[in-house]
């Protein structure tokens, strides 16, 4: 069965040496085969493949790396993560998904909060934890998205296709 492609906005080197420590730190060590990441879309049709690697780099050319802050811990439930904002990376999705639109999933068609996954399918109470430890601690940062890239699923590790380095002028939002 051919695998779906994913959408993740790249992390400048700073944010993801730091946010790749504390994935490793707090990560289910068995389950952690991926590097930190943003997911923007968590699965395109393999048919969608040559329209996302064409249509991902002219987006990039078109607008600025879009900024974003760190503001703080999410809590995913049975998970932590970093809560990031970003009203540019947003309007870029919503550029993206008007793109695709008809052909988003359903894990797509939800209202996006931008952040990094840094542990998962743990207990509630490992969690909530790790938040309360967390939370005084975290430093509230500013910073930009270099790219976007699309990666194959490939039921683990994923596949890094394309990385499409954001050289446009324009400010989204």
């Not at 996302?52 to 990039?60: E, R």
């Not at 068609?109 to 934890?129: G, M, W």
Request: net charge neutral; hydrophobic share 40%.
């Amino acid at each position: 069965m051919a695998k779906p492609f994913i959408v993740t906005a790249a992390l400048p080197p700073d944010i993801q040496r730091w946010a790749d420590k504390l994935r490793c730190e707090h990560y289910p060590a068995e389950r952690n085969y991926l590097h930190a990441h943003v997911t923007m879309f968590h699965s395109f049709a393999p048919s969608l493949f040559d329209e996302l690697k064409d249509f991902l780099p002219q987006v990039t050319r078109e607008f600025a790396p879009p900024k974003a802050f760190v503001t703080g811990i999410m809590d995913l439930g049975k998970g932590t993560a970093i809560a990031l904002q970003s009203e540019p990376l947003l309007a870029l999705r919503a550029l993206i998904a008007e793109h695709f639109h008809g052909s988003l999933t359903a894990q797509d068609l939800y209202e996006p909060r931008p952040h990094i996954t840094i542990q998962n399918k743990v207990t509630k109470n490992e969690a909530r934890a790790l938040q309360a430890k967390l939370a005084p601690t975290l430093e509230q940062r500013q910073f930009t998205f270099p790219a976007l890239e699309l990666h194959l699923y490939r039921d683990g590790p994923w596949e890094k296709i394309k990385s499409s380095v954001f050289r446009g002028k324009e400010e989204l939002v």
